[in-house]
C-alpha cells in the first residue's frame, strides 16, 4: 500500500491547510486512516484518525477544536482541515493507514502503512 500525501505549505499565524492523502488500496475491513505530526527534536505525535466502517473520528489534544479530519471513501483518500494554525503546529504530517485495534482508532504509532509525510511551516 502507498500512501500519497499533498497540501502542506509555509503559512501565517491564524491561517489555513487543507492536506490529503490518497492510499493506493485498502487491505483490512476495519480500515483506518490518520495523521501523525512529528517535530525536530520531538515525539512523534497523533493528530487526528478516521475509521472507514462507520465515519468515527478521533482527535489528539493539539487537534481538538481547529482541526477536523474527514474521508471521501471511492477515493481512497483522507482529510485533514487544519485552521487556525499556530507556530507551535510546525511539523512534518506523516499520513498513516492500517486497522482498528480492539474496535478503536489507536493513538500509538503502530500503523502498517506511512506515508513519506508533507511539511507544515507556519510562521508567527
Known amino acids: 500500500v502507498q500512501l500519497q500525501a499533498s497540501g502542506g505549505g509555509s503559512v501565517q499565524n491564524g491561517d489555513s491547510l487543507r492536506l490529503s492523502c490518497t492510499a493506493s488500496?485498502?487491505?483490512?475491513?476495519?480500515?483506518?486512516m490518520g495523521w501523525f505530526r512529528q517535530a525536530p527534536g520531538k515525539a512523534r505525535e497523533f493528530v487526528a484518525g478516521i475509521k472507514w466502517r462507520t465515519g468515527g473520528v478521533l482527535y489528539g489534544p493539539s487537534a481538538k477544536g481547529r482541526f477536523a479530519i474527514s474521508k471521501d471513501s471511492p477515493k481512497n483518500t483522507v482529510y485533514l482541515q487544519m485552521n487556525d494554525l499556530k507556530p507551535e503546529d510546525t511539523a512534518t504530517y506523516l499520513c498513516?493507514?492500517?486497522?482498528?485495534?480492539?474496535?478503536?482508532?489507536?493513538?500509538?504509532?503502530?500503523?502498517?502503512?506511512w506515508g513519506r509525510g508533507t511539511q507544515v511551516t507556519v510562521s508567527s
Open positions: 498513516v493507514a492500517g486497522r482498528e485495534i480492539e474496535s478503536r482508532i489507536s493513538t500509538h504509532p503502530v500503523y502498517d502503512y
Open positions: 488500496e485498502r487491505t483490512f475491513p476495519h480500515w483506518v
